[in-house]
């Protein structure tokens, strides 16, 4: 299961490691929302959700869909600028309907409104319906974010029904996390960045593209053929970066997340922890066999993979990995009796929970190899 990105005849100049404002900030954020996928910064996140104005904290809130399980593609720039301003100021430069389909993928949980990127070209004729100006796309759209939540439902319908004004307020929550903590942080860790970047390029240029690459995290590696960057993600991907290179992103706050932009038409990139977390403390053993026999199976791991960045109904899963439902429910079960999930009913739906520091307990790599 991997993410493979096609370099094939790609110069090593168009393999970039840049650091990014932005992309940063969405880390922060990222872990505002789920502090549990990142024990080593709950005092940090504590201290700054005790910080927060309520106005900000409930615009937090209210946008989490666009960081919390998954990053919209458009918090992570492939072309990094110096200042946040002028990363956001490239967002706003992206039409409403890549803008709005990036928002949706995070949002309802589908990959089905996935756009074809920030792109001057009109959308093909094969292209899927869009929701800002198809009654049943916007319909799907609406009722796949009501199988979220109620938050959910209220930013999508808020989003197709103005985008405009959803746009300036999320730049504005932006701009007011960047006064109420990021800068203050930024300060604190652009140093460390800047000195992963240094060691990143000299490898690139001294080493090539291999080296660079194994510096990153063992999870990424160039294939034996030298034309394909292979990501160790818990899914079959595959993208291409003819004509538009590849960007690393260094994060601090990311960790151990190794997150990857690869939807159709957006350049790819790759945000990558800075380090790699201490190893954790033992569990019994009865507790680890247990639970890794529950984890002895692929369809599981996927399944795993997929909660840990957020509820989800044994429909949404079954959808997702194109498996029927009973299949996913049975897998499920196992995974329930090995105290791995909650389970939890929201109105007509029943959402599947992972316990995080059960898995924890497990180890480092499993953590990161989940979490990625």
């Known amino acids: 299961m991997t993410l493979r990105i096609d370099i094939s005849g790609l110069p090593s100049e168009r393999l970039r490691f840049a650091a990014s404002p932005l992309a940063e900030l969405t880390a922060m954020l990222h872990l505002l929302a789920e502090p549990g996928h990142h024990p080593h910064l709950a005092g940090w996140a504590g201290d700054v959700w005790a910080g927060l104005r309520p106005e900000l904290a409930e615009r937090l809130r209210e946008a989490e869909f666009l960081w ?6 458009f918090l992570i720039p492939a072309r990094p600028r110096p200042t946040l301003a002028e990363e956001l100021d490239d967002v706003d430069r992206i039409d409403d309907e890549t803008y709005v389909t990036a928002a949706l993928v ?15 070209s009109p959308p093909s004729p094969s292209s899927p319906p869009s929701p800002l100006t198809d009654a049943r796309a916007r319909e799907r759209a609406l009722d796949l974010a ?12 808020r989003l197709l029904a103005d985008p405009a004004a959803v746009r300036a307020r999320v730049r504005q929550t932006l701009e007011q996390c960047a006064e109420a903590f ?27 593209i291999a080296a660079a690459l194994a510096s990153v995290s063992g999870a990424v590696t160039l294939a034996p053929d030298g034309d394909c960057i292979v990501v160790d993600k818990l899914q079959d991907k595959s993208t291409a970066a003819h004509g538009t290179g590849v960007t690393f992103i260094p994060s601090v706050f990311g960790r151990p997340h190794l997150v990857a932009v690869h ?4 350049h ?12 954790s403390e033992p569990v019994p053993l009865e507790t ?18 997929t909660l840990a960045r957020g509820p989800h109904t044994t429909g949404e899963l079954a959808h997702t990995w194109e498996l029927s439902p009973p299949e996913v429910s049975r897998h499920l079960a196992v995974l329930r009796r090995a105290g791995l999930l909650t389970a939890r009913r929201h ?3 029943v959402r599947y929970t992972l316990n995080l520091p059960d898995l924890t307990a497990l180890g480092t790599d499993l953590l990161a190899a989940v979490l990625r």
């Open 68 to 73: 919390r399980s998954s990053q919209a593609d």
């Open 106 to 120: 995070t949002t309802c949980g589908s990959s089905r409104f996935h756009s074809a990127g920030p792109s001057p």
């Open 146 to 157: 009501q199988a979220r939540g109620g938050r959910q439902e209220a930013f999508a319908e």
């Open 182 to 208: 990021f800068d203050a942080a930024w300060a604190g860790v652009a140093v460390r960045l800047a000195t992963d970047l240094r060691l990143k390029n000299d490898l690139l240029r001294h080493q090539g």
């Open 263 to 266: 939807a159709p038409g957006w």
């Open 268 to 279: 790819p990139v790759v945000q990558y922890p800075v380090a790699e977390p201490s190893p």
């Open 288 to 305: 680890v066999s247990l639970r890794l026999e529950a984890l002895a199976h692929p369809v599981r791991l996927r399944l795993l993979r």
């Open 347 to 349: 109105g007509r739906y």
